[in-house]
T-cell receptor, first 114, second 117 residues
Framework: KNQVEQSPQSLIILEGKNCTLQ??????????LRWYKQDTGRGPVSLTI?????NTKSNGRYTATLDADTKQSSLHITASQLSDSASYIC?????????????FGRGTQLTVWP | EADIYQTPRYLVIGTGKKITLECSQT?????MYWYQQDPGMELHLIHY???????EKGDLSSESTVSRIRTEHFPLTLESARPSHTSQYLC????????????????FGPGTRLLVL
């Protein structure tokens, strides 16, 4: 069964600290993996997208890694800010259909405290 | 910031009412999607469209219907709302960057939070 599992479910950190969010998937075949940020009451916004051949991708203070062999990805946030408080969603795209079906994780709810 | 809009942002209605959730995008994208998301849960695809006059049901069974008469407009309609329809509905659009590679990025609207009493 194609699944995307994220951990932790929720995380609280102090402003300025670093954190790492995890994503494990069983989706096969595999095309690409994306991380989205979803602020409360808003739609998700894309942070990074990585294909099979890419094992790291950065977007400012966000760095995503991908290990396609172990089917694991992580999102590292450096020097967290209050505005980083949001849900971070891991999304995996398979290669099997014209639509390029997306499998969504449930997200990690990150809260950054001052 | 993506140019995709949803109205209303919040809606509280009574059981049995007919409602239409609006979604518009000004990016000229051919593909559009509707997702349903409950708190703390993953997004579930309920409808999608490849272009004008093309609509398909998604993975999650839904009593809603959609239409795609214009490229920029993809409304979702519930003929008779029930409390089980209470949820957040997210509209998205995308363009194909590389055929067969699925590398398109979906741009999401702000969502409509629906409460059916």
């Amino acid at each position: 069964k194609n699944q995307v599992e994220q951990s932790p479910q929720s995380l609280i950190i102090l402003e300025g600290k670093n954190c790492t969010l995890q994503c494990n998937y069983t989706v096969s075949p595999f095309s690409n993996l994306r991380w989205y940020k979803q602020d409360t009451g808003r739609g998700p916004v894309s942070l990074t997208i990585m294909t099979f051949s890419e094992n790291t991708k950065s977007n400012g203070r966000y760095t995503a890694t991908l290990d396609a062999d172990t089917k694991q990805s992580s999102l590292h946030i450096t020097a967290s800010q209050l505005s980083d408080s949001a849900s971070y969603i891991c999304v995996v795209n398979d290669r099997g259909s014209t639509l390029g079906r997306l499998y969504f994780g449930r997200g990690t709810q990150l809260t950054v405290w001052p | 910031e993506a140019d995709i809009y949803q109205t209303p942002r919040y809606l509280v209605i009574g059981t049995g009412k007919k409602i239409t959730l609006e979604c518009s995008q000004t990016m000229g994208h051919d593909k559009m999607y509707w997702y349903q998301q409950d708190p703390g849960m993953e997004l579930h695809l309920i409808h999608y469209s490849y272009g004008v006059n093309s609509t398909e049901k998604g993975d999650l069974s839904s009593e809603s219907t959609v239409s795609r008469i214009r490229t920029e407009h993809f409304p979702l309609t519930l003929e008779s709302a029930r409390p089980s329809h209470t949820s957040q509905y997210l509209c998205a659009s995308s363009e194909v960057v590389e055929e067969g590679g699925g590398k398109e990025t979906q741009y999401f609207g702000p969502g409509t939070r629906l409460l059916v009493l």
